[in-house]
């Protein structure tokens, strides 16, 4: 029994000395496995056409992001302000740098902070805004 606990105990022990420099490449790969490409295929169909795409979000921006309020309007982007192209362009680029921030290891915590707020603003939307809320 004291030779199997010692085995336990020098496994366990070799492992954490490698924790630091396993778990956060693990982590990454897992990230990058999962979801990363989703979040870099959602954010590249929201760009617009073109070269000024880049900074003119496509209708699906407008969609996924305000859903009743693009039915609301019409389906008319023209019809949105300031404040939706801003927020519609800053959810675009966020689905595009996060997931890339995160995988190569670059301000890893305030980009993993930001894809949780995608996250919850996905959510929501899903939730309140095309009404997928749990049923009773």
Request: a neutral charge; proline letters at 4%.
């Amino acid at each position: 029994m004291t030779r199997l606990v010692a085995l336990y105990s020098n496994t366990v022990g070799g492992l954490e000395r490698l924790a630091p420099v396993i778990l956060p490449s693990l982590a990454r790969l897992v990230f990058a496995a999962t979801l990363m490409f989703y979040y870099l295929n959602s954010g590249w169909q929201k760009l617009g056409d073109g070269f000024l795409g880049l900074f003119q979000p496509s209708a699906s921006a407008y969609v996924t992001i305000f859903p009743r309020g693009f039915e609301a309007v019409g389906y008319d982007v023209s019809q949105f302000g300031l404040f939706h192209w801003a927020v519609a362009f800053a959810g675009t680029w966020a689905e595009l740098i996060l997931p890339i921030l995160v995988v190569i290891g670059l301000f890893t915590r305030l980009a993993a902070l930001g894809m949780s707020g995608c996250v919850i603003v996905q959510s929501w939307g899903d939730v309140v805004g095309h009404g997928l809320a749990a049923a009773d």
